[in-house]
Nanobody
Framework: QVQLQESGGGSVQSGGSLRLSCEAS????????MAWFRQAPGKQREGLAY???????EYRTSVKGRFTISKDNAENTLYLQMNSLKPEDTGTYYC????????????????WGRGTQVTVSS
C-alpha cells in the first residue's frame, strides 16, 4: 500500500526541539521530491521545507535556520528537525510526496500523510 505516516509530534515549550518522521511505504522516497507542510487552526496549509534531488533544499523564510529537512534513503523515511520552536509553529504537520510545479503549492503533491500535531507553549 502506498502511504506516508508521520510521527514525532507533541507538546513542547518555546525554545524546545522536536524531530518529525515520515515513513514511506509502497514507493521509494529517493525517487521523489518531498516536503513538509503545516496547517494551523483556521489557516491554510503552508509549505515549510522541501527536498529535491542532489539533495536540494528550500525553506520558508519563517523556519529557515531553525528547521532542517532530510531523507534517510536506507530507512525510506523523511525527517524534519525543528529547533528553537515558537508558539506560532503550533499546528498539524504533514509530509507530502511531490510532482512537478510550485513547491509551496499543496496541489503539486499527490500523496499526503494524516499529520502529526505539534503544540508549542510560551
Amino acid at each position: 500500500q502506498v502511504q506516508l505516516q508521520e510521527s514525532g509530534g507533541g507538546s513542547v515549550q518555546s525554545g524546545g526541539s522536536l524531530r518529525l518522521s515520515c515513513e514511506a511505504s509502497g514507493f521509494v522516497i529517493r525517487h521523489y521530491p518531498m516536503a513538509w507542510f503545516r496547517q494551523a487552526p483556521g489557516k491554510q496549509r503552508e509549505g515549510l521545507a522541501y527536498i529535491g534531488g542532489d539533495p536540494y533544499t528550500e525553506y520558508r523564510t519563517s523556519v529557515k535556520g531553525r528547521f532542517t529537512i532530510s531523507k534517510d534513503n536506507a530507512e525510506n523515511t523523511l525527517y524534519l528537525q525543528m529547533n528553537s520552536l515558537k508558539p506560532e509553529d503550533t499546528g498539524t504537520y504533514y509530509c507530502a510526496r511531490g510532482g512537478m510545479g510550485d513547491i509551496w503549492m499543496p496541489s503539486t503533491y499527490d500523496l499526503w500523510g494524516r499529520g502529526t500535531q505539534v503544540t508549542v507553549s510560551s
